[in-house]
């Protein structure tokens, strides 16, 4: 069981920036990856960014590329998404989740199916 809870959501102004955290404790697969993801009114939950355990690996879909950064403090157990020059169209609940990829067997990391584990989220509204 591996618990996550988000924080440091708000309102910003577009432009600006805004850093979320995503505190995880628990029995972690030995090797695990930590996912944020984001729901916004009226559409499905798409994949944002992740890291893996080791914090060498990182991925992050196209249009947030340039603007958002994940990364990891393992001291803290604790995974950021500092988001730079946000937009309205990133308004959105966002959602810290973990990933089991210990099997070694090929997972899609941006599918939401590959992740078992989910916090509450957190809301960001950006206005415009």
């Known amino acids: 069981q591996v618990q996550l809870v988000e924080s440091g959501g708000g309102l910003v102004q577009a432009g600006g920036s805004l850093r979320l955290s995503c505190a995880y404790s628990?029995?972690?697969?030995?090797?695990?990856?930590l996912g944020w993801f984001r729901q916004a009114p009226g559409k499905g939950r798409e994949f944002v960014a992740a890291?893996?355990?080791?914090?060498?690996?990182?991925y992050s879909t196209d249009s947030v590329k340039g603007r958002f950064t994940i990364s990891r403090d393992n001291a803290k157990n604790t995974v950021y998404l500092q988001m730079n020059s946000l937009k309205p169209e990133d308004t959105a609940l966002y959602y810290c989740?973990?990933?089991?990829?210990?099997?070694?067997?090929?997972?899609?990391?941006?599918?939401?199916?590959?992740?078992?584990?989910w916090g509450q989220g957190t809301q960001v509204t950006v206005s415009s």
């Open positions: 989740a973990h990933s089991d990829v210990s099997t070694g067997q090929p997972l899609p990391i941006m599918s939401r199916a590959s992740y078992n584990y």
């Open positions: 628990g029995r972690t697969a030995s090797r695990y990856v």
């Open positions: 890291i893996s355990w080791s914090g060498i690996s990182t």
